[in-house]
Nanobody, 123 residues
Framework: VQLQASGGGLVQAGGSLRLSCAAS????????MGWFRQAPGKEREFVAT????????YYADSVKGRFTISKENAKNTVYLQMNKLKPEDTAVYYC?????????????????WGQGTLVTVSS
């Protein structure tokens, strides 16, 4: 599956953004999806993941209650709704696809990656 992330931008603290990740390929409907982020000088970190069906989700503690991941198989798209943004959310955000057992938070377990979209939160 090939992925294209979009929706990043500059927003003030407390604001909202919605990231989209458009997928091409027949396996999207059977792929678990995840969002990761990487801030300058830091390692890529897990943000959220969703099962192929969209029935189950899991979030990093740092975004729980503020971010929502969703998946629309009919549109081959996964979303990340980000509310109450904080300056520490500033990073390049990546979507990724994974098959096999769901629940991993390790980037190495995700086989397809989008190109990343930059989110900048000003204080």
């Amino acid at each position: 599956v090939q992925l294209q992330a979009s929706g990043g931008g500059l927003v003030q603290a407390g604001g909202s953004l919605r990231l989209s990740c458009a997928a091409s390929g027949r396996t999207f409907g059977y792929s678990h999806m995840g969002w990761f982020r990487q801030a300058p000088g830091k390692e890529r970190e897990f943000v959220a993941t969703i099962t192929w069906s969209g029935e189950s989700t899991y979030y990093a503690d740092s975004v729980k209650g503020r971010f929502t991941i969703s998946k629309e198989n009919a549109k081959n798209t996964v979303y990340l709704q980000m509310n109450k943004l904080k300056p520490e959310d500033t990073a390049v955000y990546y979507c990724a696809a994974q098959q096999g057992a769901w629940g991993t938070r390790q980037p190495v377990d995700f086989t397809s990656w989008g190109q990343g979209t930059l989110v900048t939160v000003s204080s």
